[in-house]
């Protein structure tokens, strides 16, 4: 790409439980340097997808403070057109990820550490609340389909299978147990800030995902709501500090840096 700084194209992104291809009709278009396919989520507006892009590439750290997003170039390669590109900046400006210039066009603003650690405590929150209300509201059959879904994740770590959209399905199934609209789309709000490719940036945290999954489950299905609420709290904690240990460095809690952009997601592809 001419611009410097500038994305090119990366893994996938999450969504709901259909995917396609950016401008390459049913199929997803594969990765043009690492053969991976590039996903964006069906069932939301171009807007929508364009800007899960562009947070995706900047939370994980290869769009660091100071790149540009071209949206010529942006439109080009999802296979859309200009004005979701610049719809979708506008929405990622009032996130504080961006800024839009007249002259200047779109700067990369990214987040502080404590941003993304503020932000972890309260997905955090969220997801031990969720938890600890499918405790109690859960039914056999909800019950049933968690188990199943809790061991997909489990097969797709051990076969090398699509690990982020089996975490992403489980996690939505707690979710979905808890029973509240309300909580579902504070969650969903907030856990924007995770990236899709999180497992590649932090694979440490696979092992430990599959027996934080099994504690969830467990605690669940013991309608235990106390301790389903502090399991799934300790698994977006740890999750979290790995996270911001990866895209941050090692540093005390709280500091006031930035993502440091690609140099920080190095290896994130492999």
């Given at each position: 790409?001419?611009?410097?700084?500038?994305?090119?194209?990366?893994?996938?992104?999450?969504?709901?439980?259909?995917?396609?291809?950016?401008?390459?009709?049913?199929?997803?278009?594969?990765?043009?340097?690492?053969?991976?396919?590039?996903?964006?989520?069906?069932?939301?507006?171009?807007?929508?997808?364009?800007?899960?892009?562009?947070?995706?590439?900047?939370?994980?750290?290869?769009?660091?403070p100071g790149a540009r997003i071209d949206l010529d170039e942006t439109a080009a390669w999802l296979g859309t057109s200009r004005t979701?590109?610049?719809?979708?900046?506008?929405?990622?400006?009032?996130?504080?990820?961006?800024?839009?210039?007249p002259r200047s066009g779109v700067t990369v603003i990214g987040l502080r550490q404590r941003d993304v650690e503020d932000n972890f405590a309260l997905i955090a929150m969220l997801s031990g609340a969720a938890a600890a209300w499918a405790a109690e509201r859960i039914s056999e059959a909800h019950l049933a389909e968690l188990r199943r879904l809790a061991a997909d994740v489990r097969s797709a770590v051990e076969t090398g299978g699509d690990l982020r959209t089996a975490n992403f399905l489980f996690h939505r199934a707690v979710n979905q147990a808890s029973d509240s609209v309300r909580l579902i789309a504070l969650i969903r709000q907030t856990g924007?800030?995770?990236?899709?490719?999180?497992?590649?940036?932090?694979?440490?945290?696979v092992g430990c995902a599959l027996r934080e999954h099994d504690d969830i489950v467990d605690a669940i299905a013991a309608h235990n709501g106390a301790r389903a609420r502090r399991v799934s709290e300790?698994?977006?904690?740890?999750?979290?500090?790995?996270?911001?240990?990866r895209v941050f460095g090692p540093g005390p809690a709280g500091a006031g840096s930035t993502a440091a952009g690609p140099a920080a997601g190095a290896g994130a592809g492999g």
């Open positions: 790409m001419a611009t410097p700084g500038y994305l090119g194209p990366r893994d996938g992104m999450p969504g709901s439980d259909e995917w396609a291809g950016a401008g390459a009709g049913p199929a997803a278009v594969a990765d043009a340097g690492q053969g991976r396919p590039r996903r964006l989520r069906l069932g939301a507006t171009a807007r929508d997808r364009v800007a899960d892009v562009l947070r995706d590439e900047i939370m994980s750290g290869r769009l660091g979701p590109v610049r719809e979708a900046c506008l929405a990622l400006q009032f996130e504080g990820l961006v800024r839009v210039a924007r800030i995770i990236p899709w490719s999180f497992f590649d940036l932090v694979p440490e945290q300790e698994h977006v904690v740890s999750a979290g500090r790995l996270l911001v240990a």
